[in-house]
Nanobody
Framework: VQLQASGGGLVQAGDSLRLSCAASGCPFSWSTMSWFRQAPGQEREFVAA????????FYADPVKGRFTISRDNAKNTVDLQMNSLRPEDTAVYYC??????????????????WGQGTLVTVSS
């Protein structure tokens, strides 16, 4: 099983960017799919999560109202639309997925499947 994240890049403050993550390998459905990020010198932190069967989308406070997570169950993909980007959004963004319907979706330890990360740099 592999998760492949893409879409990172260098943008200016206020710009938008869309990240995508595709799961390949064993064709089972992912119940919980999420995005985390890690800024330089900081710990990895939760950004957003989505659970299947319309069981919610969840966001970290710093990105609420600016980021939107979406998924395509048929394709086993999860996207992160990032609007009104700020310099403090600069980080490596990682997708993560679980076959389980996670309650603790914001904890890194809940996931065993991770993408390789894609760098987002927001200049001021």
């Amino acid at each position: 099983v592999q998760l492949q994240a893409s879409g990172g890049g260098l943008v200016q403050a206020g710009d938008s960017l869309r990240l995508s993550c595709a799961a390949s390998g064993c064709p089972f459905s992912w119940s919980t799919m999420s995005w985390f990020r890690q800024a330089p010198g900081q710990e990895r932190e939760f950004v957003a999560a989505t659970r299947d069967r319309n069981r919610g989308m969840f966001y970290a406070d710093p990105v609420k109202g600016r980021f939107t997570i979406s998924r395509d169950n048929a394709k086993n993909t999860v996207d992160l639309q990032m609007n009104s980007l700020r310099p403090e959004d600069t980080a490596v963004y990682y997708c993560a997925a679980s076959q389980n319907h996670l309650v603790a979706y914001c904890l890194q330890s809940s996931y065993i499947h991770w993408g390789q990360g894609t760098l987002v740099t927001v200049s001021s």
